[in-house]
């Protein structure tokens, strides 16, 4: 069973703020010159006016973005667990 980069994102479940880091970031990175990650061809392009955030949503849903998530975890140390007590 082959597991595609679509469904990796599918089933990790990003937030709607994760989300739109992820494509803010990217569609930053397009507006000063990076390559495309998906096959755009000129009709694509047009349809979506060259904008660099269509483009970085295009690149978000095709799931090719090598951007990750670090989402911290909460500490317990055994000093708030004796507080506790």
Avoid: C, W
Avoid at 22 to 38: C, D, E, K, N, W
Avoid at 54 to 81: H, Y
Wanted: charged content about 35%.
């Amino acid at each position: 069973m082959a597991h595609g980069k679509e469904e990796n994102i599918k089933k990790f479940n990003y937030t709607k703020y994760e989300k739109a880091r992820i494509i803010g970031a990217r569609a930053l990175q397009l507006s000063m010159g990076a390559p495309f990650l998906v096959a755009l061809n000129n009709e694509d392009l047009e349809k979506l006016r060259f904008n660099p955030l269509e483009i970085a949503k295009k690149e978000f849903e095709a799931g090719v973005l090598q951007i990750t998530v670090r989402r911290s975890q909460p500490r317990f140390d055994e000093a708030k667990e004796k507080k506790a007590e």
